[in-house]
């Protein structure tokens, strides 16, 4: 324990080791009673926390705020203790850390959103409040193992979805990548140690390939004159997890497991090394990145190339200066150096002042639960570039549209927006931005206002809360004539009709006391319109079908099914309309091509069967059948199953189907046999496929191969 603190004290000057072992015997003696749950002394917590913020190179205050971050919270020392002791600075960095216990919550949702405001106000104030966290996080991940296993996954899913974000808006790699690693562990084991065991297996050949890369470019690089470090680049289990999974390949094909980092003296020397490496080596198309031109939104820097051996084996190399480097390292760490005078006004860049932005939205939203979920979207989003009419780059979160870009530039810009060019044409407010677009506001003085109708397409939260905040400004007569308007036309637009019986019941669930009070939130933007169609689909599910003047009509209730497993949205549509919650039906397993055909639920919405469905076909309640068809549909697979019947003459036969299948590229998810009579059998297969069209050519290309008897799919009326 105590070579962490001779650590520490190494690392300053004189007066402030003074001040280190102080605050280390006030941290020792307010714990003095109290064990880690491994049974070690408390200590021994606050001092890895201060250790791992001593390893960052931050100032003494931040160092002591670590050993003290816990003392407010449990132990009976107070704010003004700590303030009396080590001044304000350091009282108000240990107060920001610390949770608001004392206060009792509803529900755990309503607790955290609180915690994460107060963190992030308190960052606001001093941007070190949440290096000390993320360090006591850290501290807390690397020794998860002592805790049940309901907490490992408790803590290691709130690290995940909050404070590895954090720490990637933050800049902060070297903590982000162990907090996913940690994390990944605990959540997906049996994953975790997969991918770690296929890592280790080819370990030995990757690091004589990076080796031998590594020396090969060094000569290259020397020969120019270029300065240059250069190592290689670890590639952690989380980011190859997550690669494996988003492109569906294997550990030999992602590109990027081997990878250098060339770290040189200059930005001239950074696209000097770059045209060395082009050189060199074979530029893979597509495959280049200038992070340096346009940094990142936390500020990193760097360019990113991937190249190919002469043996054709395809690596990643990263090249940055040494500053850079720092800075990819311990992002906004690298940035802040704190000294005794510094103005504390000075220490927030403005690079950073996203958190002032998400606290506003944070502290507008009154739904904790909807706060939570827009906290986690505003910190994990991808960006674009694009750039103003005079060449300045502004990042944007993807699918942002002219309205998100016109309130980045100024708030009375997107106030005023009437309109947009996109590289020097005229678009629609909701046309969707890409990287590389040169971005134009028109704007107007006539204009005195956002439209409300702009909730439904723009993509920043922030743009979200400046919008909010115009219509939280006008009377309250015009918001409820605002809201009503809204909700009476997305009403008819979708032809939802509602009693006073549903509606009483809508107010409750939405815990309103009047329609008025409804209309009057969604005119200010307080309640989305998709928010009370979700409830509304509750309160109509079970009985979706209306029957209005003799006629057959159908009040479909659009919702978004976001299960990872199960995701159709915009595949299915009917009369007109898409985002259906549907389902497809296991008995008959329809694939896109298909003629299909629905079936309306009870509370279930619908169910997708292909229309020559045994089930459908011998359906008694045929008002419930509705008829559907595909749409927009891009890169979706479906399980399929096919039945091959054979007659007993090859023992080899089940081999050769399943070999014939996977001839194709096609994915086989299970494959089981049964003897149907002593001459035929049958193989039962499941196999995942992206249309009808490449399905009927495999069935009739089975159909050739020799033994097989039939190949059809089951629970049809024709088989």
Known sequence: MYQKLEFIISRLSSENRELIITAFNFAFNAHINQKRIDGEPYIVHPLEV??????????????????????????????????ATFGEEVAILVEGVSKLDKINYKTKEEAQADNIRKMLMAMTKDIRVILIKLADRLHNMRTLKYLSEYKQQEKSKETLNIFVPLAHRLGISKIKWELEDLSFR????????????????????????????????????????????????????????????????????????????????????????LGLAHEKYNPISNKFKDYIAMPKSNNYQSLHTTVLTKGGKPFEIQIRTKKMHKVAELGIAAHFKYKEQTDTKDRFDEKFVWIREVVEWLTETKNPTEAMENFKTDLIFQEIFVFTPKGKVIALPIGSTPVDFAFRIHTDVGYRCEGARVNNKIVTLDHILETGNIVEIITSKQIKGPSIDWLGFVKSNHTKSKIRQWFNRITKEDNVYRGKYLFEKECKKRSIRLNDVLISKLLKILSLSSLDELYFNLGIGNITFNLVLSKISELLSENIIDKKNDKKEYNIIYKKYNSCK???????????????????????????????????????????????????????????????????????????????????????????????????????????????????????????????????????????????YNVFRPNTNIN
């Open 50 to 83: 201060a250790y791992i913020l001593s390893e960052m190179n931050l100032d003494v205050n931040t160092i002591i705020g670590g050993l003290l971050h816990d003392v407010i919270e449990d132990t009976e020392f107070t704010y003004s203790d700590i303030s």
């Open 186 to 273: 605990y959540l997906n084991p049996d994953e975790y140690y997969r991918i770690a065991k296929l890592v280790s297996e080819k370990r030995d050949d990757r690091e004589k390939l990076t080796n031998e890369i590594i020396k090969e470019f060094k000569e290259v690089l020397n020969q120019s004159d270029v300065n240059a470090v250069i190592e290689g680049r670890p590639k952690h289990l989380y980011s190859i997890y997550k690669k494996l999974i988003q492109k569906n390949k294997t550990i030999d094909e992602i590109f990027d497991l081997i990878a250098i980092r060339v770290i040189v003296d200059s930005i001239k020397d950074c696209y000097v090394a």
């Open 566 to 708: 199960s995701s159709y949205k915009d595949e299915i549509l009917i009369e007109g309309q898409s985002n259906l919650l549907i389902k497809f039906a296991k008995c008959c397993t329809p694939v896109c091509g298909d003629e299909i055909l629905g079936f309306i639920t009870r509370g279930k919405g619908i169910t997708v069967h292909r229309s020559d469905c045994k089930n459908i076909i011998k359906c008694s309640d045929k008002e419930r059948l509705i008829d559907l068809d595909w749409y927009n549909i891009a890169n979706r697979k479906y399980d399929v199953d096919i039945c091959v019947t054979f007659r007993n003459v090859k023992s080899s036969i089940i081999e050769d189907v399943s070999k014939f299948v996977k001839s194709f590229n096609i994915y086989i998810r299970s494959i089981n046999f049964r003897e149907l009579d002593s001459e035929i059998s049958r193989i039962d297969i499941r196999i995942n496929i992206d249309s009808r069209e490449k399905l009927d050519k495999l069935i009739s290309s089975l159909k050739s191969v020799k033994g097989v």
